[in-house]
């Protein structure tokens, strides 16, 4: 079975230039989480989605972030304009509807960015 | 204060022994607890969910203590590929999740 899905891998860029990161969860999940980490704060919550409705995005650091989810297999992250200090691996993770998938969050390998 | 602290670490440890974590959380309100496992630039893992009752799987232990609010995770037997970054999961209402900064464990033979 397919996991998570997420693209690209790597993004190596330019500071002020516009970066889109991808997920596609596992099918049949209703949930949809962002996350990012870094070495000085860890894992963070940035924003997640229940059945493609955005449910909290407290996390998303500023307005340079957006992410939408216009379906229940797609989802997209993005920053515009990207600064260094947006550098981090950022996981896309799903969750599901039974009760085991219920409780447990299922994270893509995510992408690791880099921006210059 | 963070709403969830953990030990960083690393704990340094010989094959075969037994290593315990412990990870506090700040909202009393929180309802759910996992602990995931994190290896080097990979995505995390779930290890095992934290029940109020205390649960076992196989060399591991997970222990929730309300009324002071801590998590625990007892490895027995440690094996080398137990090494790896532990996360402390806390989950309030709905989906809010909040992952502690993890601690490290190496295994050495």
């Known amino acids: 079975d397919a996991g998570v899905i997420q693209s690209p891998r790597h993004e190596v860029t330019e500071m002020g230039q516009e970066v889109t990161l991808r997920c596609k969860p596992i099918?049949?999940?209703?949930?949809l989480f962002w996350y990012r980490q870094t070495m000085m704060r860890g894992l963070e919550l940035l924003i997640y989605f229940n059945n493609n409705v955005p449910i909290d995005d407290s996390g998303m650091p500023e307005d340079r972030f957006s992410a939408k989810m216009p379906n229940a297999s797609f989802s997209t992250l993005k920053i515009q304009p990207s600064e260094p200090r947006d550098s981090a691996v950022y996981f896309c993770a799903s969750s599901g509807r039974d009760l085991r998938s219920y409780n447990e969050q299922f994270f893509g390998p995510g992408t690791r960015l880099t921006v210059l | 204060r963070k709403e969830v602290e953990q030990d960083p670490g690393p704990f340094n440890v010989p094959e075969g022994a037994t290593v315990a974590f412990n990870c506090t959380y700040s909202?009393?309100?929180?309802?759910?607890f996992f602990w995931y496992r994190q290896d080097c630039r990979k995505e995390p893992k779930l290890l095992m969910s934290v029940y109020s009752s205390g649960n076992e799987d196989g060399r591991f232990t997970a222990q929730l203590n309300r009324a002071s609010q801590y998590i625990s995770l007892l490895i027995r037997d440690s094996k080398l590929s137990d090494s790896a970054t532990y996360l402390c999961?806390?989950?309030?209402?709905?989906?809010?999740?909040?992952f502690g900064a993890g601690t490290r464990l190496f295994v050495k033979a």
């Open positions: 909202n009393s309100a929180s309802q759910s």
């Open positions: 999961v806390v989950r309030s209402g709905g989906f809010k999740t909040i």
């Open positions: 099918s049949g999940h209703n949930s």
